[in-house]
């Protein structure tokens, strides 16, 4: 089956920090530019960050510009995000998605969505 696994959520405290991982399933992700994405119950999914095929552009949300990195390491399928300086707003299930080649911020141009991973920032 082809899709990505999502890990590293979980609960911190307003001000820490968490590296979520995003490993493809079945695929390799060389083809592809990797998006991560945040949805909260009752909101549409909200694109939060993306990095182009060779890695060589990435672009961010604003509420997340200065906080988070994206990085990939395609020898091991893998996409990472780094998240600093976290802030109660950043509750959501994060989830990772791929598309050819370039980035896109248009969520439904994105495919082999995993289950996502829950991040809670709260004291």
């Known amino acids: 089956q082809l899709q990505f696994v999502e890990s590293g959520g979980g609960l911190v405290q307003p001000g820490g920090s968490l590296r979520l991982s995003c490993a493809a399933s079945?695929?390799?992700?060389?083809?592809?530019?990797i998006g991560w994405f945040r949805q909260i119950p009752g909101k549409e999914r909200e694109g939060v960050s993306c990095?182009?095929?060779?890695?060589?552009?990435?672009n961010y949300v604003d509420s997340a510009k200065g906080r988070f990195t994206i990085s990939r390491d395609n020898a091991k399928n893998t996409v990472y995000l780094q998240m600093n300086s976290l802030k109660p707003e950043d509750t959501a299930v994060y989830y990772c998605?791929?598309?050819?080649?370039?980035?896109?911020?248009?969520?439904?141009?994105?495919?082999?969505w995993g289950q996502g991973t829950q991040v809670t920032v709260s004291s």
């Open positions: 990095i182009s095929r060779y890695g060589a552009s990435t």
């Open positions: 998605a791929a598309r050819r080649t370039l980035c896109s911020a248009v969520v439904s141009e994105y495919g082999y």
């Open positions: 079945g695929f390799s992700l060389d083809y592809y530019a």
